[in-house]
């Protein structure tokens, strides 16, 4: 079993829909969580990260957070052709004094005009 | 302009060769990484280096080896004992890796490597 399992779709939603992205963990010593955009054939960009269960919202994207069910989500508000990309969760852990950041496979995304 | 390079952007080797791929930044960050990408799993650690002359083996480290002898530079070494290298290979940095501060990883663009 995979420390961090994500569905790797692919996701296709016509423009405007909300896009639910998710993800969920078997250890529970990740203290971190993190959610990385990636366009095709370029280097993955942060998009928000998140230590505490519950809500954080950055624009049209909310992360959330249930440590008691280790399970994470991204939401994207009134999606974009421009937010086509693949969506990476990552999830660090501390082993000793250095941070392992795990991260998901990735889900593709496609946001149709 | 700050930021990560990898080159080359494409690289296509034989089997049985060794192959060395470039990684530079120029953020001033402490620690360094070394990432594989294949279709499908995501991204999984090869190396890190949290100083100079100081680096560690990720969770699939066999086959390949680093060196870090400046602070800017991290180049990832593919050997022929790598049973499958040809994948999508990610250099990334941090202002440091220790806890308890978490920071950002930024990444550069990427070599895609294929051996045949």
């Known amino acids: 079993q995979k420390e961090v399992e994500q569905d790797p779709g692919p996701l296709s939603v016509p423009e405007g829909a909300i896009v639910s992205l998710n993800c969920t963990y078997s250890?529970?010593?990740?203290?971190?969580f993190m959610w990385y955009r990636q366009y095709s054939r370029k280097g993955p960009e942060l998009l928000m990260y998140?230590?505490?269960?519950g809500n954080k919202e950055d624009g049209r994207f909310t992360a959330q957070v249930d440590k008691s069910s280790k399970y994470i989500s991204l939401f994207i508000r009134d999606s974009q052709p421009s937010d086509s990309a693949t969506y990476l969760c990552?999830?660090?852990?501390?082993?000793?004094?250095?941070?392992?950041?795990?991260f998901g496979q990735g889900t593709r995304l496609t946001i149709n005009p | 302009d700050g930021g990560i390079t990898q080159s080359p952007k494409y690289l296509f080797r034989k089997e049985g060769q060794n192959v060395t791929l470039s990684c530079e930044q120029n953020?001033?960050?402490?620690?360094m990484y070394w990432y594989r990408q294949d279709p499908g799993q995501g991204l999984r650690l090869i190396y890190y280096?949290?100083?100079?002359?100081?680096?560690q083996k990720g969770d699939i480290a066999e086959g390949y080896s680093v060196s870090r002898e400046k602070k800017e530079s991290f180049p990832l070494t593919v050997t022929s004992a790598q049973k499958n290298p040809t994948a999508f290979y990610l250099c990334?940095?941090?202002?440091?890796?220790?806890?308890?501060?978490?920071?950002?990883?930024?990444f550069g663009p990427g070599t895609r490597l294929t051996v045949t």
């Open positions: 990552a999830m660090i852990l501390i082993i000793q004094g250095a941070q392992k950041l795990v």
């Open positions: 990334a940095s941090s202002i440091d890796s220790k806890s308890p501060w978490v920071y950002e990883q930024y």
């Open positions: 953020l001033n960050h402490d620690a």
């Open positions: 250890n529970s010593a990740f203290q971190y």
């Open positions: 998140t230590y505490s269960s």
């Open positions: 280096s949290q100083i100079v002359n100081d680096f």
